[in-house]
């Protein structure tokens, strides 16, 4: 009874921790971090968003300024299922039948993608085992965009 009493709070510390570390920063363009979901509750409210399960368990969403920047991370195995993963939501995107306008490649960074739709500038890209996809105001997102890790290219056209 004891070592079960000791081992409850040991294991709520252990995830308090392990929740305050994110690849995120804790500003972006100059707005701080205000919201953050990691893990099953972000791969929840990205289902929410597309109206079906589309994000691994290991995803992370951050809101910064009070919603006016946004960050979608998805974590995969490795870089070339990131990079299958990016390729599969732009030949979505492209069908036409969602709220965002047809991607464009970013002509300031090789391998990333932009798209209008929903009040806001996106943009979206793989980087190594990770896909980015950040929503904005246009005057802040590509400058967010510059202080997140780079596109790792591909072969998307």
Known sequence: MRVASLLVPLALAALL???????????????PRTRALAGEA?????????GRDVAPADSLVAEYGQGQLRVYLS?????????????RMLAGLRRGRSPFT?????????GRWTTVGLDAHHLLWASGRNVYWLEGDPRRVFGAADQLPPPTGG???
Do not use: F, I, K, M
């Open 17 to 31: 921790v392990g929740c305050g570390q994110t690849p995120l920063p804790p500003r972006l363009a100059d707005l």
């Open 42 to 50: 972000a791969r929840r409210h990205l289902a929410q968003l597309h």
């Open 75 to 87: 974590r995969y195995r490795d870089a070339v299922t990131a990079q299958a993963e990016l390729e």
């Open 102 to 110: 047809v991607p464009l490649p970013d002509p300031t960074a090789r």
């Open 155 to 157: 072969t998307v056209l």
